[in-house]
């Protein structure tokens, strides 16, 4: 009974591994682990600078991590050394080298730094990267039931918080990192040796750069695809994707110049990543002018689609044209009512501090543009305005200067009476 | 002094046959995954193994010709029984040691196709074969073990 407990154990525990992923052999595991091995003590072997050693350190701290889970299967696997006895091995040798490079030590602490920076940066951009392909998961299945009860579009909400803080984060790690491999060789990339060369672009690899940067940019247009956003939220997106854009054209020149003379495939990728950012930079316009055109039909403002700056200016004065129109032709007050639920409720209160700042920004709409929309808006107020008091005291003002005339006038033109005569005297 | 004679043969003939040593751990961690050479040998220098596996090709395909370059794939349990198969093999071979030879103590069937990435886990008391992407099964010296069911 209690054998068979163990082997449900085992066949639960497997199948619930297996079912997503295939379980991987230990053999399989135990021969990762040597290619990896190997290849680290073929490293010590030939390293001839301080960054190499660093990276060294860091490789068997990595391949320490990656298979501590197995650490006891290995143990016995390995032989004759065993797990640790490898892994002490291995350091001794690296100690060997570095002291036959006479390497400092306050140097080697240094780059060490950057270098615990970078695999730090690493493995939070990869679990990141998780955290956020689920997320989005959710919203495309939440988005997917079209939800109406609060509980569940505060969950969309949480969710949209979530990930773009989580998208943010990944963004500004990737470039990090990136730096700190760059800063450890404390030179451009056109002085560097081949071996420099080599060394960096083997360990960009390794910290799977660009997938991570291809990853975060299509995460960034999924996100777009399947959210509503307010122009203030285009505002702070935009800013992020422009940061993206900025730190990427610092790097792309110098990876390029990287894999300039190499076959690698990474040459062509770079080119890739220029394209899907302009992808990004489009999808962004694409999204905004969409929810650009709900903020307009959830005010009740009937304007014809737009999808860009001439089709939006199109829509916005040929409505503007037909309200003033109508207004010139309308007496009841409903024209006022129509004049304030554009101008006052929408225009000024939710176009001009919260989307025209983001359509600026992207040159989506010029202050002349602006200007010429504002004056039409104005052109409106003027037909549906009631007089101002200024108008009724001026009115007020006329009307009693020409009673005052009047009445003057009047006075003048009264027949005089003759004195009136005294009586006659009885004396 | 004849009885004496007898009395001690007796005597160190019982111990012999009686000496047991426990507890004796003969599983493998990991399985190893041998190449067939030119003459149907196989050798493995960590557990100094060395046997033709002809017979267990010509057993599982009826080809025991075309047997060099393939791996063998076997694994020892805690009991001592050694577990064996290969790529397009649909059962796994269970044999013991006996004098200078291996002799078969069960034969497995463990798919209905031939496998095509066949592996063994050690995972005590049991070994658990891997195929690709099916389920994991698990196998003692008599055969597969059922999960139990509920």
């Known amino acids: ?66 298979y501590r889970e197995y650490a006891p299967m290995l143990e016995k696997a390995l032989y004759p050394d065993g797990y640790d006895g490898g892994l002490t091995k291995a350091r001794g040798q690296l100690d060997a080298t570095k002291e036959k490079l006479n390497v400092i030590e306050d140097q080697y602490v240094q780059i060490l730094q950057l270098e615990t920076r970078v695999r730090t940066l690493a493995t939070e951009v990869d679990s990141l990267s998780l955290l956020n392909s689920t997320l989005l998961g959710e919203l495309q299945s939440l988005r997917g039931q079209r939800v109406k009860d609060k509980r569940a579009i505060d969950s969309l909400s949480a969710i949209v918080i979530r990930l773009r803080a989580g998208m943010r984060d990944r963004d500004r790690m990737i470039f990090a990192m990136v730096d700190s ?30 997938s991570s940067i291809r990853q975060s940019v299509d995460d960034n247009v999924r996100f777009l695809e399947n959210t509503s956003l307010s122009g203030s939220d285009f505002r702070e997106i935009s800013r992020e994707q422009r940061d993206f854009q900025s730190k990427w054209a610092g790097l792309g020149p110098k990876l390029g110049e990287l894999y300039i003379d190499s076959k690698s495939r990474r040459a062509e990728e770079i080119a890739a990543i220029d394209t899907m950012l302009m992808v990004w930079d489009s999808k962004l316009d694409t999204a905004l002018w969409r929810a650009l055109n709900q903020t307009f039909a959830e005010r009740d403002i009937e304007l014809p689609p737009f999808t860009s700056t001439e089709q939006f200016l199109l829509s916005l004065h040929g409505y503007l044209d037909a309200e003033i129109r109508s207004a010139s032709e309308t007496r009841d007050g409903s024209k006022y009512l129509r004049y304030e639920a554009f101008a006052d409720s929408l225009w000024a209160g939710e176009i001009v501090p919260h989307w025209l700042p983001v359509m600026r920004e992207r040159s989506l709409l010029t202050d002349d543009q602006i200007s010429a929309i504002e004056s039409k808006i104005d052109d409106w107020r003027s037909q549906v305005s009631p007089p101002s008091m200024l108008t009724y005291f001026i009115v007020g003002f006329f009307l009693v200067v020409v009673l005052g005339v009047l009445y003057a006038l009047f006075r003048k033109k009264k027949p005089k009476l003759p004195p009136p005569q005294a009586p006659p005297s009885t004396n | 002094m004849r009885s004496f004679f007898l009395l001690a043969a007796l005597v160190s003939l019982s111990s012999c046959t009686s000496l047991v040593l426990r507890p004796v751990e003969y599983a493998w961690p990991v399985e190893r995954v041998l190449e067939v050479d030119g003459k149907g040998i196989i050798h493995d220098d960590r557990y100094m ?61 463990v798919s209905e196709g031939p496998m095509r990435d066949p592996a063994f886990n050690q995972r005590q008391p049991y070994i658990q074969l891997l195929n690709g992407s099916n389920a994991p099964q698990m196998l003692n010296a008599d055969g597969l073990v059922e999960e139990e069911k509920p």
């Open chain 1, 1 to 66: 009974m209690r054998a068979l407990l163990v082997v449900a154990f085992l066949m639960l525990g497997a199948a619930s591994g297996f079912t997503e992923a295939q379980v991987r052999s230990d053999y399989q595991v135990q021969q990762e682990f040597e290619a990896e091995y190997r290849s680290i003590l073929e490293a010590i072997r030939v390293a001839r600078t301080v960054v190499e050693c660093v990276e060294i350190d860091s490789r068997l701290i990595d391949l320490e991590l990656n």
């Open chain 1, 181 to 210: 491999l760059f800063l450890q060789y404390d030179k451009d990339v056109s002085a560097m040796t081949d071996a420099e060369r080599q060394g960096i672009a083997a360990r960009i690899e390794r910290r799977n750069v660009f």
């Open chain 2, 49 to 109: 193994l060395t046997m033709n596996v002809r017979p267990l090709f010509y057993e599982e395909t009826q080809d025991s010709v075309n047997v060099y370059g393939q791996a063998v794939r076997i694994i020892r349990d805690n009991a001592g029984y050694y577990y064996m198969t290969a790529k397009g093999f649909r059962s796994v071979y269970i044999f013991t040691e006996s004098e200078g030879a291996m002799s078969l103590s069960s034969k497995v069937a």
